[in-house]
């Protein structure tokens, strides 16, 4: 079975740095074709893609948060990690890890949609 | 990277048929045949429903998803109670942006 987890703090003061971990089964972080992506979800609002990883370590980055963000992996472990600086109440959301599979696409690399969820985690922004 | 454009909310009565739209630009939409449709209900995460051309195993073939030019599309046929809930759709957008996702749109079933 494939699962994905998510793990981090619930409360982070601004300016402060977030860090969330997310726990993959049932599935390698070496395999060619899986990548991982965390979203967010402000409460009440839409989704919002922040950045992705590949099998190969390569990675992509929301445009508007690049400078914020960094995501790796530890493919020993089956653990994806997300850091984002600098946190402001606005960046209060529901954070979620998902994934991607690439079998069956001509180019594995465009492979973005997101068959396998986490059950999320919330993250409040407040002094 | 600005946001796909989908309308706030849609409504049907059951039995009928609904369609989403997802409009997006010659930079994501209008360039790659990924488009995924995800389904939300209230305090869970979201649900895979469609992807590009199919749909994953296990979901219900009234789903069912189409692309004209930069505007996707998905249609809900024989409308459940069950279907209300928040649709999003995602698009591919590029090696370096990867994904873009929709504003989100409520259906309601009447």
């Known amino acids: 079975q494939v699962t994905l987890k998510e793990s981090g703090p619930v409360l982070v003061k601004p300016t402060e740095t977030l860090t969330l971990s997310c726990t993959v089964s049932?599935?390698?972080?070496?395999?060619?074709?899986?990548?991982v992506s965390w979203i967010r979800q402000p409460p009440g609002k839409a989704l919002e893609w922040l950045a992705h990883?590949?099998?190969?370590?390569?990675?992509s980055y929301s445009t508007s948060l690049k400078s914020r963000l960094s995501i790796s992996k530890d493919t020993s472990t089956s653990h994806v990690v997300l850091t984002m600086t600098n946190m402001d109440p606005v960046d209060t959301a529901t954070y979620y890890c998902?994934?991607?599979?690439?079998?069956?696409?001509?180019?594995?690399?465009?492979?973005?949609?997101?068959?396998?969820w986490g059950q999320g985690t919330m993250v409040i922004v407040s002094s | 990277q600005s946001a796909l454009t989908q309308p706030a909310s849609v409504s049907g009565s059951p039995g009928q048929s609904i369609t989403i739209s997802c409009t997006g630009t010659?930079?994501?939409?209008?360039?790659?045949?990924?488009v995924s449709w995800y389904l939300q209900h209230p305090g869970k995460a979201p649900k895979l429903i469609y992807e590009?051309?199919k749909r994953p195993s296990g979901v219900s073939n009234r789903f069912s998803g189409s692309r004209s030019g930069n505007t996707a599309s998905l249609t809900i046929s024989g409308l459940q109670a069950e279907d209300e809930a928040d649709y999003y759709c995602?698009?591919?957008?590029?090696?370096?942006?990867?994904?873009?996702f929709g504003t989100g749109t409520t259906v309601t079933v009447l």
């Open positions: 998902a994934r991607t599979d690439g079998t069956g696409y001509l180019y594995m690399r465009q492979a973005n949609a997101y068959d396998i």
């Open positions: 049932g599935f390698s972080l070496s395999d060619a074709r899986m990548g």
């Open positions: 990883i590949f099998s190969n370590d390569e990675k």
């Open positions: 010659s930079s994501d939409v209008g360039s790659y045949q990924l």
């Open positions: 590009g051309t």
């Open positions: 995602c698009s591919y957008a590029g090696s370096s942006t990867f994904s873009v």
